[in-house]
């Protein structure tokens, strides 16, 4: 896993929304990154953004290059955004010595970089328990294939903090709230921002959600105990004890070429059986496929999917 470094918005001041000046259209994402917002309804859109190399390189006879090009000399320059047209700004010496860098990144009001994921959110977030642990996926768009520039998650408390993991795939991240006690009532939601880049478009995806809203078990291990009779267990993933954290289970009896995902041909099939129960034991009349999922009891959140044995 390459680890995302996250700023944790515990600086509330300081915080991205804070960084934006309300006179400007720029603002500093993190080191060495800036954003600047443009409005492409206006007939001409262009932003001067001023870029310094260092408090270091003062005296030095400074050289700007965007993309290779020289664009300016002296410590500190000013350079024209125009459109969507960002860049990567270096700064060097006068024997062409790297000396630092700038990201321009430009974010529209368009998003075109991450697709929804079945016309709901841009971003999935699931956890298996209640550990404070919770994982978060996204899908580039067909056209667009994009990169992760940073991950902030955060509650809106001082104590607040949540580290973040990038997965190899680009494609999710793994987090932790170290600070969350599963034994107790949420009172403030996980913030979490992702800011995603293509070329050097940027664009910012969003999810406000309790541990309860997003907790899904994960599958249910069946046994078969005797002819037709089956029994199971809470995940070993699931918080415990059972009796602080019990799950409901929904039973699905099906005819043998039925599939456990069907639903709406199930539901007029005479045949099917669907039941809700809190037993970990169901008997089975044969020649039925037996499926079962299960779901926190005391919230209305995301159903396990379906175990099945035929």
Not at 103 to 111: A, D, I, K, P
Request: with cysteine; glycine share 6%.
């Amino acid at each position: 896993m390459n680890l995302v470094l996250v700023s944790l918005y515990l600086l509330t001041l300081h915080s991205v929304k804070g960084n934006k000046q309300q006179t400007q259209n720029y603002w500093v994402l993190k080191p060495n990154v800036i954003v600047v917002d443009v409005n492409l309804a206006q007939a001409v859109s262009k932003v001067d953004v001023p870029l310094r190399c260092g408090d270091a390189y003062g005296d030095k006879d400074i050289i700007w290059k965007n993309n290779g090009t020289q664009v300016g000399r002296g410590n500190q320059i000013v350079v024209t955004v125009e459109e969507m047209l960002g860049g990567n700004y270096t700064c060097h010496g006068h024997a062409g010595s790297f000396l630092n860098h700038t990201l321009v990144l430009v974010q529209g009001t368009e998003r075109r970089i991450l697709e929804k994921s079945h016309d709901t959110d841009y971003i999935q977030c699931s956890s298996r328990n209640y550990s404070g642990a919770f994982q978060c996926s996204w899908k580039w768009s067909r056209s667009r294939n994009g990169n992760v520039v940073l991950v902030r998650a955060a509650r809106s408390s001082v104590t607040s903090n949540i580290t973040c993991s990038l997965d190899k795939s680009r494609l999710s991240i793994t987090c932790q709230d170290h600070t969350h006690c599963p034994y107790s009532e949420e009172t403030e939601r996980i913030n979490l921002t992702v800011y995603v880049k293509n070329k050097y478009r940027v664009e910012e995806y969003s999810r406000r959600f309790y541990i309860t809203e997003i907790v899904k078990p994960d599958k249910i291990k069946i046994t078969k105990a005797d002819k037709g009779t089956f029994e199971w267990g809470y995940p070993e993933t699931w918080s415990s004890p059972n009796s602080y954290f019990p799950l409901t289970f929904q039973v699905k009896v099906i005819p043998r070429k039925k599939n456990c995902e069907c639903e709406s041909g199930c539901q007029r099939n005479k045949r099917v059986e669907l039941h809700t129960t809190q037993s970990c034991r169901w008997t089975v009349r044969e020649g039925f496929v037996f499926c079962i999922r299960a779901q926190d009891a005391l919230c209305n959140s995301t159903w396990s999917d379906w175990s099945q044995y035929k």
